[in-house]
């Protein structure tokens, strides 16, 4: 059987640019500077380590308050608004059809998580639906995946990890699993960086199907 570890935000849903300006309002309405490489360095994190993070960079506010703030600004997107990518639904019930076994690993909190994929109609598709927060740790730590693949009953090697973030990516692949990168406009300047770890890269999730990773 194929296994499949899907993170959510810019690889299941188009929700980064929400999620970004999101995050990135925090550090505006705190007068924090940030470089260029601020969303490379975030989107792993989790909402606990951006929050980690921000108070290392200066935001003078507790980690609970910046929790807060967080997810008062993205819940009403999530709630209602944030659309599935071209070909997600589609592509995720046929590999269900297929015999596959679907897993969700994202650095977004529950609330705004399952909320999302249940309007969308495709929560019960997976077997597994973890935010970071399930694991007290980032898709920045290597151990999380092995953690992940403990649950799954699978070794990390039998599964396949799909994500548009190449720190998530790198890390995912040095924990030893197979990876697939995944085209996002939020990540376009780093696709070739993306291409270069992973095993597979696809721009369209119709050439999931393609890919025959079973062993």
Known sequence: MNTYLFDFDGT???????????????????????????????TPLGMLGTADYFMKIGVDMSKEKIIRCMKDYMLEEYFYNIPAKANVIS???????????LYVLTASPHITLDACLKRLGIFDI??????????????????IYKMAAQKMGKSVG?????????????????????VCGVYDSSSREYENE??????????????????????
Request: charged residues 30%; aromatic residues 10%; proline residues 2%.
């Open 126 to 143: 997976f077997t597994n639906v973890w935010s970071c927060d399930d694991f007290n740790t980032t898709k920045a730590n290597p151990e």
């Open 12 to 42: 299941l849903v188009d929700s980064m640019p929400v999620f970004v300006r999101s995050m990135l309002r925090i550090l505006d309405e705190n007068g924090i500077a940030y470089g260029d490489d601020i969303v490379k360095i975030i």
């Open 158 to 178: 039998e599964i396949l990890f799909l994500d548009d973030n190449l720190n998530a990516d790198e890390t995912a692949k040095k924990a030893g699993m197979l």
């Open 194 to 215: 993306i291409r270069a770890v992973s095993d597979y890269y696809i721009c369209d999730f119709n050439e999931l199907l393609e890919i025959s990773f079973e062993k």
């Open 91 to 101: 592509v995720l019930n046929e590999l269900k059809a297929r015999g596959a076994d």
